[in-house]
């Protein structure tokens, strides 16, 4: 069976400071790959997806970055995390078929202070 | 574009009681719908989903869905809620040749006992 790995679960970071968040899947190859953040009370926002190795499609221009070395690994980063980057970060996979279910990770809680 | 809305932020219900969350979407044409579900401090887990064929559709946890092309409508239903339902809900729409899930803002389920 599949599974979603998320890491660390919970990040305190200064403003300014760096970022990286990581997600893996277990199981399955060539999943779709996408992250989430969560604002406190708000829906789900979608920041990225990736449908292979080195594709990243960007959904909403801000601070963040993202970048998939190996098939069934993605990484959020930040060079200068800002306040408004805190937040849950979410990962999630799915097959590479249109429609296809989105599995979710367990998410990252962010605080920056 | 597609949009999803769910127009409850929140609901109480008693325990035992029967339970209905509302959602609206748009899209031209047949979308493929969701519900999840979210505990605190977690990711989301499917609870049900609705590609084609029988419009009410059976999930998890005693949940159903029907999908009404006339009324844009895919409300989730429970007939007997129990103190574990707890929970944030999300209805989220795909379409077309996207990969992406849509989500709408969630509405959060309080059970009284």
């Known amino acids: 069976s599949q599974t979603i790995h998320q890491w660390p679960a919970t990040l305190v970071q200064p403003v300014g400071s760096p970022l990286s968040l990581e997600c893996t899947v277990e199981?399955?190859?060539?999943?779709?790959l996408y992250w989430y953040r969560q604002a406190a009370g708000r829906g789900l926002q979608l920041l990225f997806y990736s449908v292979g190795i080195g594709q990243i499609s960007s959904e909403v221009p801000q601070n963040l970055s993202a970048s998939r070395p190996q098939d069934r690994q993605f990484i959020l980063s930040s060079k200068k995390l800002l306040l408004s980057d805190s937040g849950f970060y979410l990962c999630?996979?799915?097959?590479?078929?249109?429609?296809?279910?989105?599995?979710f990770g367990p998410g990252t809680r962010l605080l920056v202070l | 574009a597609q949009s999803v809305t769910q127009p409850d932020i929140h609901i109480t219900v008693s325990e035992g009681a029967s339970l209905e969350l509302r959602c609206n979407y748009s899209?031209?044409?047949?979308?493929?719908l969701f519900w999840y579900v979210q505990s605190p401090g977690q990711g989301l887990q499917l609870l049900l989903k609705y590609f084609s064929g029988d419009t009410l559709v059976q999930g998890i946890k005693g949940f159903e869905a029907e999908f009404k092309r006339s009324q844009s409508s895919f409300n989730l239903r429970k007939p007997s809620v129990h103190w574990s339902d707890a929970a944030e809900y999300f209805c989220?729409?795909?379409?077309?040749?996207?990969?992406?899930?849509?989500f709408g803002s969630g509405t959060r389920l309080l059970v009284r006992p």
């Open positions: 989220a729409v795909g379409a077309g040749s996207s990969y992406k899930l849509i």
């Open positions: 999630a996979w799915s097959l590479g078929t249109v429609g296809e279910t989105q599995y």
């Open positions: 899209y031209g044409a047949t979308p493929y």
């Open positions: 199981g399955t190859s060539n999943p779709n």
